[in-house]
């Protein structure tokens, strides 16, 4: 009867089919819990985050503005608009919809936005400094056509003292589920 299991077991792995690698080799990664956290308006930051969710198996958790940012909100040549409000005071913390998820519950903890203004949204130091990111590795990635990743970092390591913080990336819109876990496997093997 032993024998039979053992020969169904090899005949199944022979003839189902292969699971998707990236998944299987970064998502399985020493057992690692992996949170992808992103804001986006225009949804070019929330393909990112699925795309990195689905090579690490991580959950996605959007965050969110209480009051939704809508199109005219983001219309930077308006000096009243709400987004060049938050962006020009740096004590700005637009409060989130929902609270931050438990960090002690993950491992590693990806954060996601676009470049507003050169910087990160403010909303992501809501994000941030809603929980405690001490001793979780963290790891910033954005969207944007042309602006560098560098002074949003900057900007948001002061939101979360005592993260371990790993080399970010940028993205442009429509970057490939293949571009994103290219990075992803080089960022999670350093």
């Given at each position: 009867m032993k024998g039979v299991f053992v020969l169904m077991a090899c005949l199944l792995a022979v003839f189902l089919p292969q699971q998707d690698c990236d998944a299987v080799c970064i998502g399985d990664g020493g057992g690692k819990k992996v949170l992808v956290a992103y804001f986006s308006v225009s949804g070019n930051t929330r393909a990112a985050a699925e795309h990195i969710a689905s090579v690490t198996d991580g959950d996605v958790w959007s965050i969110e503005p209480v009051l939704p940012c809508s199109r005219r909100d983001l219309d930077y040549r308006t000096a009243a608009s709400r987004s060049n409000r938050e962006q020009h005071d740096v004590r700005a913390r637009p409060?989130?919809?929902?609270?931050?998820?438990?960090?002690?519950?993950?491992?590693?903890?990806?954060?996601?936005?676009?470049?507003?203004?050169?910087?990160?949204?403010?909303?992501?130091?809501?994000?941030?400094?809603?929980?405690?990111?001490?001793?979780?590795?963290?790891?910033?990635?954005?969207?944007?056509?042309?602006?560098?990743?560098?002074?949003s970092v900057e900007q948001i390591h002061k939101s979360a003292p005592g993260a371990e913080w790993k080399q970010g990336r940028r993205f442009a819109a429509g970057a490939s589920r293949e571009e994103v876990a290219e990075w992803v496997r080089t960022v999670l093997s350093d």
């Open positions: 409060q989130m919809f929902r609270d931050t998820p438990r960090p002690d519950r993950y491992d590693i903890v990806f954060v996601g936005y676009p470049i507003w203004w050169g910087i990160a949204p403010r909303i992501i130091q809501s994000f941030l400094e809603g929980a405690d990111f001490r001793v979780k590795t963290v790891i910033p990635f954005c969207t944007s056509a042309e602006s560098p990743l560098d002074k």
